[in-house]
């Protein structure tokens, strides 16, 4: 039954991007993103927002820097 859901959910997204016009992200290695928790603390709010956008979660920059790393990680898990 996974099998199938994740054929059918892949399949959804593929006709979405093309519908829309956008081409979905594709990493390259699962190590491109370094959520190592001393990296993300140097980071700047901006590029906590942006790295969020690339894992597919959306950040706002209202919040603290710690609240947005918190979020990140959750989101990795």
Known sequence: MDKI???LKS???KLT????GTKPLILKK????????KHLKKQTKA???KLGR???????????????I???R???K
């Open 47 to 49: 590029q906590l927002e």
């Open 30 to 37: 699962k190590d491109e993103i370094n959520t190592d928790l």
């Open 54 to 68: 690339k894992i597919g979660v959306e950040l706002d920059k209202r919040f603290t820097k710690e609240k947005l």
């Open 5 to 7: 859901w994740n054929k």
């Open 17 to 20: 991007h093309f519908l829309v």
């Open 70 to 72: 918190k979020k990140i």
């Open 11 to 13: 399949d959804l997204t």
């Open 74 to 76: 959750k989101h990795i």
